[in-house]
């Protein structure tokens, strides 16, 4: 049992290249959120899903998409990186909303030159 | 503004020593208040989750505290060991325990030394 897996672990980019994080996890959980977490900052939620095939816009969405094509896959997408957005993104599931925890993986650190 | 605060943001005690940390927010309404434990390069792993009624729950040697009334929860940790030093961080959940409406605060670096 994996949990949560993001690949990769760690991608440098040039300002303008595009790339695709992968987020999959093995619990059949229902939900799916991408965050990233900046020094002196707590995670901010970027995008999520309550299901398969559907997403929906977190607090700081500008810049990333997102695919849920299959259940346990969610995939976010930089279609143009700028520095901005040098972060190290993490990856959750949950079961269900409420008093469930958030299971995350260990985080993809992506540096844009 | 929602808010979570964390203090202190470092702290460093010698192997064996308690010590508390404290998460003070404005998050409103409240739903349920989570403490989480990230080691270095690793993502954060659950320890508590406490709603409006509850104003204790342990983990092991992780026990977190509420008060609801002044918006303030703490995070003890006894007897604390090597594997201790990690940054702890305060969530707060708002508007009926959506887990997209998590408030994470900023955490707590913990660094336990022999």
């Known amino acids: 049992n994996a949990g949560v897996t993001q690949t990769p672990k760690f991608r440098v980019l040039k300002t303008g290249q595009s790339m695709t994080l992968l987020c999959a996890q093995d619990?059949?959980?229902?939900?799916m959120y991408w965050y990233r977490q900046d020094p002196g900052m707590g995670l901010r939620l970027i995008h999520y899903s309550v299901g398969e095939g559907t997403t929906a816009k977190g607090e700081v969405p500008d810049g990333y998409n997102v695919s849920r094509l299959k259940k346990q896959n969610f995939l976010l997408g930089l279609e143009s990186a700028a520095p901005s957005q040098t972060s190290v993104y993490f990856c959750a599931s949950t079961l269900q909303q409420g008093l469930q925890p958030q299971h995350f993986g260990d985080g993809t650190r992506l540096s844009i030159l | 503004k929602n808010q979570v605060e964390q203090s202190p943001q470092s702290l460093i005690i010698l192997e064996g020593k308690n010590c508390t940390l404290q998460?003070?927010?404005?998050?409103?309404?409240?739903?349920?208040l989570r403490w989480y434990k990230q080691d270095t390069e690793r993502g954060p792993v659950s320890l508590t989750i406490?709603?409006?009624?509850?104003n204790t729950k342990s983990n092991g040697r992780y026990t977190a505290t509420l008060d609801a009334d002044t918006k303030q929860s703490s995070l003890h940790i006894t007897a604390s060991q090597l594997s201790d030093s990690a940054s702890y961080i305060c969530v707060v959940s708002g508007f009926g325990g959506a887990t997209n409406k998590l408030i994470f605060g900023t955490g707590t670096l913990l660094a336990v030394q022999p």
């Open positions: 998460c003070n927010y404005t998050v409103s309404p409240f739903s349920n």
């Open positions: 406490m709603t409006f009624s509850e």
């Open positions: 619990m059949n959980h229902e939900y």
